[in-house]
Structures are given as C-alpha cells and as structure tokens.
C-alpha cells in the first residue's frame, strides 16, 4: 500500500467513552457513529457500526491521488500496544487522544485507452473529460465484516457499500440495506397438527386440573 501512501497504525484503538456497553462490547471494540459524507457512510446518518481490535489508518499525500479518512472514533478513543506475548499495554491515566480514522477510500485518475484525449496530456488535465478511477478502501479491521458481526449494526452495509463504491456502481446503490425478513414458520404434517391440537386443548387443560385437584387435597 506504498504506493497509495496508506499507513496502518501498530496500535490497537480503544473506546474508553463506555459506549460499547450499551451493545454489548468492551473498550476494543471501538464504536463509529461519526459518518461523513463519504459516500461509503453518508447515507447512516448517527447509525454505528463496530470494529473489534481495528488499527488506525493513516494517508500520506501523494500526487494524483485522492484520500479521504472515514469511520472516525469518538474523541475518547485512544490507542494502545500489543505486546510481543499477546498483552495489551493500557495506562489508565493517560488522556484519550481521539478521533482516529479506522479507514481510507483512496480514488486517482487513470487514463483511458480509448480516450481521443489520451495524445495530448494537456487536454486530459482540464476535467473535460470523464476518467476512469482507480479506488482502494482500506479498513483497519476484517473481523467486522465476519459471520457474527456482519448482520449487527451497519458493519454489512459498511462492507457492502464499500465494494460498491469500489465497482463504482453510483452513489445510488450506496445506502442502508433492508433487513432480510426470516421465515420463521413451523413446517407441520396434518398428524402433527392434529397431535398439537390434542395436546393443547385437552391433555394440557387435564394436567392442569389434575395438580390443582392435588395441591387442593394436601391442604387439607
């Protein structure tokens, strides 16, 4: 990622503001509900998504290239070391020293083959032209995406609509998905209906009336 000029932080970003509690997460978790208006996250809002054990992305600026940092922590947000065994170094009396960036969306102009422009350089500099892009996304984290936390929060939208800012599909695509409706219907046979009606509206009703009739001759 020389080339695009992206850096990746060694640390690991902390959330000490305590807001991870409210979903069920701890401090290495970090919570992102700062959304700009990337087109990745513009459409979220003060929606949140989660980053568990995410690195800061960092862009350096180089010619050509466009990058824009995204996914922004709260400012309560620090960054900590991992040492060589496994351990996480924290000082609990440091100052927090937030807003990191937990990813980059990188664009720079390619020329295109089929262009009439392509000979003359000059003209291909003046913007009169629609260029094709290169783009990268670089997210601190993959584990966000993965099979427990895709569906919680925004983390599948954020990795949904960063491919398709990627296959620069238009701004449109690029939005909250629906939650898929789950069919949660019990499949029965007619003999297994017929049994739960049996057992609902007769053997159920008797057992109960056989304790109460029970309970009612050992008080006495």
């Known amino acids: ?24 997460l701890g401090p290495a978790a970090p919570i992102v509900s700062d959304n700009d208006d990337h087109p ?3 459409a979220f809002g003060e929606g949140r ?21 995204f996914l922004l922590t709260n400012a309560q947000s620090r960054a900590e070391v991992i040492s060589d065994d496994g351990n996480l170094t924290f000082d609990p009396e440091a100052p927090p020293d937030g807003p990191y960036a937990l990813g980059a969306a990188l664009s720079r ?11 003359n350089p000059e003209e291909l ?14 997210i601190g984290n993959s584990s966000f995406a993965a ?7 925004l983390n599948g939208d ?3 609509n960063a491919v398709s800012w990627l296959g620069q599909e238009g701004d449109a695509t690029l939005s909250i998905r629906p939650k898929t409706m789950t069919d949660r219907r019990i499949q029965m046979t007619a003999q297994q209906a017929w049994g739960l009606g049996i057992f609902s509206l ?3 009703p008797a057992t109960g009336l056989a304790l109460a009739i029970l309970m009612a001759l050992r008080r006495r």
Do not use: H, K
């Open 109 to 119: 102009p390619l020329a295109d083959p089929s262009s009439p422009n392509q000979a």
């Open 1 to 24: 990622m020389d080339e695009w000029g992206v850096v990746l932080d060694e640390r690991i970003v902390l959330d000490t503001s305590g807001a991870g509690q409210f979903v069920g």
């Open 125 to 138: 500099d003046t913007g009169e032209t629609d260029s094709p892009e290169a783009r990268l996304v670089v």
């Open 49 to 69: 998504s989660f980053f568990p054990l995410a690195r800061s992305v960092e862009t350096q600026e180089l010619p050509d290239i466009t990058s824009t940092p």
């Open 147 to 153: 099979d427990g936390a895709f569906e919680q929060q």
């Open 40 to 42: 990745i996250t513009q």
């Open 158 to 160: 954020v990795f949904l």
């Open 202 to 204: 007769l053997i159920l």
